[in-house]
Structures are given as C-alpha cells and as structure tokens.
C-alpha cells in the first residue's frame, strides 16, 4: 500500500534490518554451539527472544524491500498477515524479555528453588502459544482491513500510508481496531 522513492530512510532501515537477522543469528548459533554452560534455563529464554527477533528483522526486511525499494503493491490479506506477523514477533520478544527477569529474580531470591531446562522449555512453548494466538484474532476478522484505503499524506514524506476512516479502526496501527488494541494493552 505504498508508493514511495528511494531515499537514506528506505537503505538505513534496510541496513538496520539486516544487522539484526545477522546478530541475532550469531547469538543463536553461539548458544547452539557454545560451552555447556550456555545450555542453562536461562538461555532457552535468550534463544526464544533472539529467533522472535530474528523473524522480526526478516519481516522487517522483507516489507522494505517489497514495499519501499522494488514499490510491489500487495493485497490487503498480506498487508495484514505482516502486521499481525510483526505483533506476534514483538509479543514473544517481550513475553521472553519478562521470563528471564522472573528467571533472574528466582535465582536470586529463592536459591533453593530454581528453574530447570524443562521449565524453560514449557515457559518458551506458552510464550509462543499465547503470541501466536493473540496476534492471529485479527486475521480471524477482527480488523479494519476493509476500512482501510491507500491515501497519499503529504506529511508523511511523500509515504502513501493507508488511510483507515472507520471509526472502530486505530489511528497508530490501522488495520487493528481499537477494541483490539485495547485488549492487547489489558493484556500486558
């Protein structure tokens, strides 16, 4: 749904793109393949926030250059599908980001009582579950796709943005509603 020129924004978030699939591979890999030490609880919450991570950057990528770089116009379906891709990637990263410190605080404060590889495993698995599962609603209609229109806005440096007039569509993330939104924030 854009429209836009080549310019320094389009190949700095590109650059930015790539560095994080390349870091957040080398942490993956360095993880994998590293001493036994790096095979703790806590690092199974590390690789869960790296791969979120990583797919964030690949989409990210991958919206640039379709979108910004070779200016593919797509179907509101995949328009959505990234939107709610991204979201899904963001949830696990911060649902990850949330373990480790409850990891951190019960390793600290409780010495005796401790979190073992198999708790991890089954914490990551719930993280993933309930981000996947969240993210996917609007997909299942709750959205404002077809609401949404592309406008050119002349305050958006020349960026075509979509333009979701519907009053149930949020103005920051047009193809989710508010309600939405809304549940999402009740949420975390």
Sequence with gaps: CKDSEYGII?????????????????VIVAIKKGPRGLHKPMYVFVTSMAVADLLLGVISFYSFLV???????????????RKVIIMMTLMASVGSLLVIGVDRYVTIVHQIC????????????????LAVGIATVPLMGWNCV???KCQINS????????NCDHPSCSVALPPFTTGFLTFIFAIF
């Design 114 to 129: 401790y979190v073992t590889r198999k708790h991890a495993i089954v914490a990551v698995c719930v993280i993933w579950a």
């Design 67 to 81: 979108n910004d770089i070779l200016d593919v116009k797509i179907a509101p379906f995949e328009w959505m599908l």
């Design 155 to 162: 305050q958006a440096l020349n960026d075509s943005r979509p």
């Design 146 to 148: 077809a609401h949404c």
């Design 10 to 26: 389009q190949f700095i978030a590109i650059a930015v793109s790539l560095s994080i699939i390349f870091l957040n591979i080398m």
